[in-house]
């Protein structure tokens, strides 16, 4: 769980550091090649993909600037607490559904974006529902947060508490369930993802209430405990979910190394020169986690939140930036040094014992190994992907 995480961190910091880099560096190689009259292409697939991404997340932040958050803020909290409970379900299933969707719409424009056959009619076309795409995941994501808001703020606490109860609900219908390998997968993908979703919304929930109390720091202690109820009652309610999970199929703990060997070899497949994917689309497709959405309501409420005037606020932009791509670099390293040698354990044949390791202690199992209870390979199963008739 801590490496998907991670993972998931490296992916949303990509999103704020390394692509804008990409992306100017893309527009400056076209302005060149178009000014010099090269005849070589003037993008390269990959550096077309930044800049859509890029002009993707600048649209869908510039859209969300014209949602009234302090309006929408007063129109849920006038709502039942009923009204907010049914409204936050709702919300909840139109994230995992939209997210269900993206990165199909994500990856079927990069396709005919980098198609030799430049159909400019299809590139707009996708172009136009991706950026649909991204403005109404963005706005689901939006609402959520201020709901969020509404449940912290609230005097009697009795929505914030039916939230927490909610997840609870969870276990109703997931541990009397039969699960195989692949749909354990899965499920640990979303917890994942969930979890990293709400670390994000949390975040963004201290910041507008920060804003409101002028940054007063003190206002944390208000805040902090009811966050920290959250997050905990999200990881005991996981926690108890896999172990009766676990106990009832009667699968061994050791499948999660299963699991974490996947997403090892997908982020160190994802750094082969000769490979196409980006990581932040393997990770997407893995886990069912899309960072534009999601960079772009951060995006907006950093822009709302905080201002940078004069020359002192620019020099203070331009070092948090800095320090940002320095955490993602170190991020990135770690997280790919950690993986090779991951996957370098689980290949050790058992008659090397060069690790100091017992050599009649059974070995890891090697990525062919690795099998679902169905016969399909894990390796294959996605997020969204049917595994025993149904989708966890």
Same mark, same amino acid.
């Given at each position: 769980?801590?490496?998907?995480?991670? !993972?998931?961190?490296?992916?949303?910091?990509?999103?704020?550091?390394?692509?804008?880099?990409?992306?100017?560096?893309?527009?400056?190689?076209?302005? +060149?090649?178009?000014?010099?009259?090269?005849?070589?292409?003037?993008?390269?697939?990959?550096?077309?993909?930044? *800049?859509?991404?890029?002009?993707?997340?600048?649209?869908?932040?510039?859209?969300?600037?014209?949602? $009234?958050?302090?309006?929408?803020?007063?129109? !849920?909290?006038?709502? =039942?607490? *009923?009204?907010?409970?049914?409204?936050?379900?709702?919300?909840?299933?139109? $994230?995992?559904?939209?997210?269900?969707?993206? /990165?199909?719409?994500?990856?079927?424009?990069?396709?005919?974006?980098?198609?030799?056959?430049? @159909? +400019?009619?299809?590139?707009?076309?996708?172009?136009?529902?991706?950026?649909? +795409?991204?403005?109404?995941?963005?706005?689901?994501?939006?609402?959520?947060?201020?709901?969020?808001?509404?449940? *912290?703020?609230?005097?009697?606490?009795?929505?914030? %508490?039916?939230?927490?109860?909610?997840?609870?609900?969870?276990?109703?219908? =997931?541990?009397?369930?039969?699960?195989?390998?692949?749909?354990?997968?899965?499920?640990?993908?979303?917890?994942?993802?969930?979890?990293?979703?709400?670390?994000?919304?949390?975040?963004?929930?201290?910041?507008?209430?920060?804003? /409101?109390?002028?940054?007063?720091?003190?206002?944390?202690?208000?805040? !902090?405990?009811?966050?920290?109820?959250?997050?905990?009652?999200?990881?005991?309610?996981?926690?108890?979910?896999?172990?009766?999970? %676990?106990?009832?199929?009667? *699968?061994?703990?050791?499948?999660?190394?299963?699991?974490?060997? !996947?997403? =090892?070899?997908?982020?160190?497949?994802?750094?082969?020169? @000769?490979?196409?994917?980006?990581?932040?689309?393997?990770?997407?497709?893995?886990?069912?986690?899309?960072?534009?959405?999601?960079?772009?309501?951060?995006? /907006?409420?950093?822009?709302?939140?905080?201002?940078?005037?004069?020359?002192?606020?620019?020099?203070?932009?331009?070092?948090?930036?800095?320090?940002?791509?320095?955490?993602?670099?170190?991020?990135?390293?770690?997280?790919?040094?950690?993986?090779?040698?991951?996957? /370098?354990?689980?290949?050790?044949?058992?008659?090397? =014992?060069?690790?100091?390791?017992?050599?009649?202690?059974?070995?890891?199992?090697?990525?062919?190994?690795?099998?679902?209870?169905?016969?399909?390979?894990?390796?294959?199963? $996605?997020?969204?992907?049917?595994?025993?008739?149904?989708?966890?």
């Amino acid at each position: 769980m801590v490496f998907g995480l991670f !993972i998931c961190l490296d992916t949303f910091l990509f999103v704020f550091t390394l692509l804008p880099v990409r992306a100017c560096l893309a527009v400056l190689t076209c302005i +060149y090649r178009l000014v010099t009259c090269c005849r070589q292409s003037l993008l390269e697939p990959s550096q077309k993909c930044d *800049i859509i991404r890029a002009t993707i997340l600048v649209l869908g932040s510039a859209g969300l600037g014209y949602l $009234d958050t302090s309006a929408l803020y007063h129109v !849920i909290r006038g709502q =039942s607490v *009923i009204k907010l409970y049914v409204m936050y379900n709702m919300l909840e299933i139109f $994230d995992r559904l939209l997210a269900s969707i993206g /990165q199909d719409t994500l990856d079927s424009l990069y396709w005919v974006a980098c198609d030799k056959s430049k @159909n +400019y009619f299809a590139a707009a076309f996708y172009f136009a529902i991706a950026t649909i +795409y991204v403005l109404t995941h963005s706005t689901v994501l939006l609402v959520e947060a201020v709901t969020l808001n509404v449940a *912290i703020n609230s005097h009697n606490k009795a929505l914030l %508490t039916i939230m927490i109860s909610n997840n609870f609900v969870e276990l109703k219908g =997931s541990v009397f369930k039969k699960f195989e390998t692949d749909n354990l997968f899965q499920m640990s993908c979303s917890d994942i993802r969930e979890r990293f979703h709400y670390v994000v919304l949390m975040t963004v929930v201290s910041m507008r209430n920060l804003e /409101q109390f002028h940054w007063d720091y003190n206002h944390l202690e208000t805040l !902090i405990p009811h966050i920290l109820l959250v997050l905990c009652g999200e990881v005991v309610v996981d926690w108890i979910k896999h172990a009766f999970i %676990t106990k009832f199929n009667d *699968i061994t703990p050791d499948i999660y190394q299963k699991y974490k060997a !996947i997403l =090892s070899k997908d982020l160190a497949v994802s750094r082969h020169r @000769n490979v196409h994917s980006e990581h932040s689309d393997l990770v997407s497709r893995r886990m069912g986690f899309t960072p534009i959405p999601l960079g772009c309501l951060v995006w /907006q409420t950093v822009n709302q939140s905080l201002t940078f005037p004069g020359v002192s606020g620019k020099l203070f932009l331009v070092v948090c930036f800095l320090c940002l791509v320095t955490m993602k670099v170190l991020v990135g390293i770690c997280l790919l040094g950690h993986a090779c040698k991951y996957r /370098q354990a689980t290949d050790i044949s058992p008659g090397r =014992s060069s690790s100091g390791q017992n050599p009649s202690r059974p070995p890891k199992p090697t990525e062919k190994q690795i099998k679902s209870n169905s016969g399909k390979a894990l390796s294959d199963v $996605d997020r969204y992907t049917l595994c025993s008739n149904r989708i966890e």
